[in-house]
T-cell receptor, first 116, second 115 residues
Framework: GAVVSQHPSRVICKSGTSVKIECRSL??????MFWYRQFPKQSLMLMAT?????????EQGVEKDKFLINHASLTLSTLTVTSAHPEDSSFYIC????????????FGPGTRLLVL | AQKVTQAQTEISVVEKEDVTLDCVYE???????LFWYKQPPSGELVFLIR??????QNEISGRYSWNFQKSTSSFNFTITASQVVDSAVYFC????????????FGSGTKLNVKP
């Protein structure tokens, strides 16, 4: 089946640093990718929609200058958490939409971010 | 408004018991998809089922079965003869049929299956 990977799977950083998370669709092209955030014991909340070759669309309440999204190719989207703070510690999950026949979204394995 | 409600925060059962996880949804769309995902402690979402709004036929896959009732806007999930490996958080989700841009997830139900 279709596979979406994320890198890194886990990251610990100091407050004030920036962290980049990669999301790749491994065996299909994804013009659209999505970034979700999940706080402990809570549900997944959509942060933004990443569109290849254009600006990302952010959900209400998500700071676009803090969570930079780049979708430079049909198989790669990156989320950069700039000047991370402890409250940004969370589980970040990406998904990619496959339009070819299967017409569904596939989720990555997630990235655990801990900001000290 | 698009909304998914999973009223059961946590359920504990003993192995071999049957358990039903409830999911109620709200949508303005006349066509839509409903999903169930399993999230084990590792965090990765495991796809279980996708059902479109045109098809109200119940589905069975091994020990898993799903009951979709449009009249009550519910999409319940039953595990028969539960096993310890079924312990996880289960999410119900809703998306548009022709637009997969947004998944609306329920708050999840944590299932504890004890030996």
């Amino acid at each position: 089946g279709a596979v979406v990977s994320q890198h890194p799977s886990r990251v610990i950083c100091k407050s004030g640093t920036s962290v980049k998370i990669e999301c790749r669709s491994l065996d299909f092209q994804a013009t659209t990718m999505f970034w979700y955030r999940q706080f402990p014991k809570q549900s997944l909340m959509l942060m933004a929609t990443s569109n290849e070759g254009s600006k990302a669309t952010y959900e209400q309440g998500v700071e676009k200058d803090k969570f930079l999204i780049n979708h430079a190719s049909l198989t790669l989207s990156t989320l950069t958490v700039t000047s991370a703070h402890p409250e940004d510690s969370s589980f970040y999950i990406c998904s990619a939409r496959d339009l070819s026949g299967r017409k569904t979204q596939y989720f990555g394995p997630g990235t655990r971010l801990l900001v000290l | 408004a698009q909304k998914v409600t999973q009223a059961q925060t946590e359920i504990s059962v003993v192995e071999k018991e049957d358990v039903t996880l409830d999911c109620v949804y709200e949508t303005r769309d006349t066509t839509y998809y409903l999903f169930w995902y399993k999230q084990p402690p590792s965090g990765e979402l495991v796809f279980l089922i996708r059902r479109n709004s045109f098809d109200e036929q119940n589905e069975i896959s091994g020990r898993y079965s799903w009951n979709f009732q449009k009249s009550t806007s519910s999409f319940n999930f039953t595990i028969t003869a539960s096993q310890v490996v079924d312990s996880a958080v289960y999410f119900c989700a809703l998306s548009g049929l022709y637009n997969f841009n947004k998944f609306y997830f329920g708050s999840g139900t944590k299932l504890n299956v004890k030996p």
